[in-house]
């Protein structure tokens, strides 16, 4: 009667050892219809990443990225207060004008990246320096260099975003934003063959510069 115990005992133990060497990638506690052989892909979840907006326009000022400024509806591109021209009347500004007292005579920055087509003094637009972009982009700075020296590029010369173009030393920069288009250039080869005309070749610079910026903030 002592020995029975002792026989469940080591039957007991021979049956743990033969479950014990059951190799575990025969055992699928998650697939009862799992095969033995088959080898059981567990499928990793990808996370996807966040693509990065690449900011590409810029402020002109250095200060606008330090405060709010409000600008005058004189100064804002669009309709505005100000009579433009007579003959025909038109009151639609054809860029953003940044006035020495909301900017302070400080360097201006170049809005986006570009190749200097030409700097020239014209008379309504005074000095100016006009800038293409290979996307098809034009930017034209003017009325707001008094002197030669006021400006630090040059025609040919690749300018890229944030770069320093120059200096405002009049009473204010008009900058205008068009896209490539031949009818933008008058006789003279200058880039004014459409100002003050609301005829949508002009696009509001603001607007382009504060959407690409917040777009990189999302």
Known sequence: MQKQPKI???????????FAS??????????????PGEVTRIKKKVKKQKVVHKVTWGYPFERLYEKDIKFKSGQKFGKTD????TNPKSYFHDGYDFGFSEVGHSPVLAIHSG?????HF??????YVWIISKDGYVEIYQEGFLNDTDIYVKKGQHVKLGQKIGRLTGSHIHLGVTKTDKH?????????????????????????????IKENSK
Do not use: E, Q
Request: aromatic share 8%; proline share 6%.
């Open 122 to 127: 014209k008379p309504g637009m005074g000095l």
């Open 184 to 212: 933008y250039i008058d006789k003279h080869g200058d880039p004014c063959g459409n100002w003050w005309k609301n005829n949508g070749t002009w696009l509001n610079p603001m607007k382009i510069i504060t959407d690409d």
């Open 82 to 85: 100000v009579l433009r021209r």
């Open 8 to 18: 469940l005992f080591l039957i007991s133990l021979l049956i743990i050892i033969a």
């Open 115 to 119: 190749i200097v087509h030409r700097v």
């Open 22 to 35: 059951i190799p575990l990638w025969h055992i699928d506690l998650g697939n009862l219809d799992h095969k």
